[in-house]
């Protein structure tokens, strides 16, 4: 019979389970996220066979597919929330500021990174305006996404979403670069050839030589699954990976408080942008 239960983790399970996740995705669950852990992992575990987390414990770490696992577990806890236009403010900024400044200074290859992408929401928002502002014609604009959920990457790399994904999204933007198909809205091709994908764990040493020299990086609502050893790391990261001048947007609830003082911080407004 199949058994469709939430299967419950006992607290050492969790301990380690936890900690092997964090190792591998610098992901921090709090205890209270337990039941978030059994919600999301049961499935797989019954998928496996398992009855218990000890079973899928040891399968993670001694298993000849514990590679394959480790992604699947990657995709099955990370929160991938996410919609076109999210944070407009930052985007607007870079749009109406950033981009130009750079022109005027003569640049005419600039390079954007949307650092934890998700489902593609993020970097294509930034195409699309980008788009709308006539910017493509004035600089060769490369934008780079990368997320460690390669789901959700899939996702982007369809460029079909639901309705879902358009809240606060002006109908005619909508309507301008998306195909109704039933339930789902199809992106402009014109527009998914703007963005190269590719996976990319904040945590990996080496994804700074991956992602290369960058004018503007936008890392949103991801920092605040991490603790301060780590987030120190990402940022410094990011320091390197930027060019001077380089600006780095946060998302809303997220801050270099305690965690670097080499950026510059402006509040523009509507948001702030961290300058290096
Ligand atoms: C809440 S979404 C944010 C998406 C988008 N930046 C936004 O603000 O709408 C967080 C994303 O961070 C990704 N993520 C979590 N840990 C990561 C890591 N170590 N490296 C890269 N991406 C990670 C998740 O897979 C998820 O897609």
Redesign the pocket.
């Known amino acids: 019979m199949i058994n469709t239960g939430t299967i419950k983790i006992k607290d050492d399970e969790f301990v380690e389970l936890k900690d092997i996740i964090y190792k591998n ?3 921090a669950f709090a205890d209270s996220k337990k039941y978030l852990i059994e919600n999301r992992l049961s499935k797989r575990l019954q998928e496996l066979n398992f009855s218990s987390f000890k079973d899928y414990i040891y399968y993670l770490k001694y298993d000849s597919k514990k590679r394959e696992e480790m992604e699947i577990l990657l995709n099955h806890v ?6 076109f236009l ?2 407009r403010a930052q985007m607007d900024h870079m749009i109406k500021n950033v981009i130009p400044e750079l022109i005027a200074k003569g640049k005419r290859n600039i390079r954007i990174w ?5 489902s593609g ?2 970097p294509y928002s930034i195409a699309i305006l980008l788009n709308e502002a006539g910017l493509f014609g004035k600089a060769n604009i490369e934008i780079i996404a ?4 390669t789901e ?1 990457l899939q996702i982007a790399q369809k460029g079909i979403y639901r309705t879902i994904s358009f809240r606060g999204v002006p109908p005619a933007i909508q309507q301008k670069y998306f195909t109704k198909d039933g339930f789902t809205f199809k992106l402009d091709p014109n527009i998914m050839n703007k963005i190269k994908f590719f996976q ?4 990996n040493p080496m994804l700074g030589s991956k992602v290369g020299k960058l004018d503007v990086i ?5 920092l605040i ?1 991490f603790d301060v050893p780590s987030k120190t790391k990402v940022i410094d990261l990011f320091h390197k990976s930027l060019n001077v001048p380089g600006a780095l947007y946060l ?1 809303h609830s997220e801050t270099l408080n305690k965690i670097s003082v080499s950026f510059k911080m402006e509040n523009f407004g509507g948001g702030i942008i961290y300058r290096k």
Request: aromatic share 8%; net charge negative.
């Open positions: 995705a610098a992901i990370t929160i991938n929330e996410t919609y999210r944070e949307s650092a934890a992408c998700s929401e993020e990368t997320d460690i959920n959700v990319g764990n904040l945590s936008f890392c949103r609502n991801v699954y998302g």
